[in-house]
């Protein structure tokens, strides 16, 4: 039960990234899905690696800015001293990167007895896998808009309409 709800504290913090990825995700696809609905294929590489950007650099800042201060954040969210160490352990682990999950969390958790940890490790090599899938298909042949260096430099024009339509 401490267990559980030392990783129920740090769900603010996921919730927080989540936030971020959903300002950029849902600001970029529809941008990207309209310019492509004009046959502007150009300007819809361009808006998905722009929002590619900005996914990698916020999860980059988020990811340090909860290391460096995860604990005054953790105990803002009401760890105790009880709490604390499986929340700590959890957030550590879980921010080294942010889907396998639902199939590595028993299997780590009861399997291999690793308890909050192994939930935590269950989840970012689902994350890294999912991850991998995502560039491969998105630098592959068989894509309409194909993920490259050139579009993902950043153009803050852009940036500003993905987050106008992504904050809401």
Known sequence: AT??????????VITMITAF???????????????????????AEKLMGNTFSMLLISSIILMAVSYLFYKPILYAFG?????FPYAGDYITIYLIGT??????????????????????LATIISQICSGIWVLRFLTGKKVTLRLNRLAMVIEWARVKEIMALGIS
Do not use: K, Q, W
């Not at 199939?103 to 958790?109: A, E, F, N, Q």
């Open 79 to 83: 760890a105790s001293d009880v709490t």
């Open 3 to 12: 267990a559980l709800t030392g990783v129920g504290i740090c769900f603010p």
């Open 21 to 43: 990825t959903y300002l950029f995700g849902n600001g970029g696809s529809p941008l990207c899905a309209m310019e492509l609905g004009r046959g502007n294929h150009e300007e």
């Open 99 to 120: 889907v396998l999950n639902i199939i590595l969390d028993p299997i780590s958790i009861f399997g291999l007895h690793m308890g909050v940890r192994g939930a935590a």
